[in-house]
C-alpha cells in the first residue's frame, strides 16, 4: 500500500498547484517555518522513500502527495548521485554539486512530472514555485546524508541500495 501524506487538510498558499508545506529548516526560502518537534513533509518523504519507491502508480489523494511523490523522486536522484561516494565527505560534495543544478518548473524543459504540477500562471508564480523547490531540495539532501552514511562517515548499503530503483518506472537523470 502506498503511503500518504498527513498532510492533506491543511490549508495552506499553493504555488502551480503545489502547497507551499512548512519546513524545519533553517535553510533560506519562501517556505514557513515548522516547529521542530513536529513532522514535515520532508519527514515523511525520507521515512516512507524506501517503501513508496517500490510503486509505479501512485493514487494522488491530496495535493501534498503531489509534493511527496516529487521529493520520493528527488531522493532517488540523490541517492544515484551518492551511489558511487565511498565517504561523508564525497556523499556531501556530490549532493552540493546536484542542490547547484537548476531546478525546473512545470512548463519547462527537464521538469520530470509535466502533468502532475500546473504551469505557473505569472513569472511570480514560477519564481516562487523554482525557489520553494530548492529550498526543499536542499533541505532533504541534508536530511538524506543523514540516513544515507553512518556515523562514522561510511556508507548506509540499507538505503543506497535503493538508488537502483526506479520510482514511477522512471529514470532518474
Keep these: 500500500m502506498v503511503y500518504h501524506s498527513s498532510f492533506a487538510d491543511e490549508e495552506i498558499d499553493k504555488a502551480c498547484g503545489c502547497p507551499l508545506l512548512p519546513l524545519k529548516s533553517h535553510?533560506?526560502?519562501?517556505?514557513?517555518?515548522?516547529?521542530?518537534?513536529?513532522?514535515?513533509?520532508v519527514d515523511e518523504a525520507i521515512t516512507f522513500f524506501r517503501?513508496?519507491?517500490f510503486f509505479r502508480n501512485f493514487d494522488i489523494q491530496s495535493?501534498?502527495?503531489?509534493?511527496l511523490i516529487y521529493l520520493t523522486f528527488y531522493i532517488n536522484v540523490a541517492l544515484k548521485r551518492l551511489e558511487g561516494c565511498r565517504t561523508l565527505a564525497e556523499?556531501?560534495?556530490?549532493?552540493?554539486n546536484l542542490g547547484l543544478?537548476?531546478?525546473?518548473?512545470?512548463?519547462?524543459?527537464?521538469f520530470q512530472f509535466p502533468g502532475l504540477f500546473t504551469v505557473a500562471q505569472s513569472q511570480k508564480e514560477a519564481e516562487l514555485f523554482r525557489n520553494y523547490l530548492k529550498q526543499i531540495r536542499e533541505e532533504?539532501?541534508?536530511?538524506?546524508?543523514?540516513?544515507?552514511y553512518r556515523s562514522n562517515g561510511t556508507p548506509n548499503k540499507w538505503?543506497?541500495?535503493?538508488?537502483?530503483?526506479?520510482?514511477?518506472?522512471?529514470?532518474?537523470?
Design 27 to 41: 535553510i533560506k526560502g519562501p517556505a514557513p517555518s515548522s516547529e521542530q518537534d513536529r513532522t514535515d513533509i
Design 51 to 53: 517503501a513508496n519507491v
Design 63 to 67: 495535493s501534498a502527495d503531489k509534493l
Design 91 to 96: 556523499g556531501t560534495k556530490a549532493i552540493i
Design 101 to 110: 543544478e537548476k531546478v525546473p518548473v512545470p512548463g519547462e524543459p527537464g
Design 140 to 148: 532533504t539532501s541534508g536530511r538524506l546524508l543523514g540516513v544515507a
Design 159 to 173: 538505503w543506497l541500495a535503493f538508488a537502483k530503483r526506479k520510482f514511477m518506472n522512471i529514470i532518474a537523470p
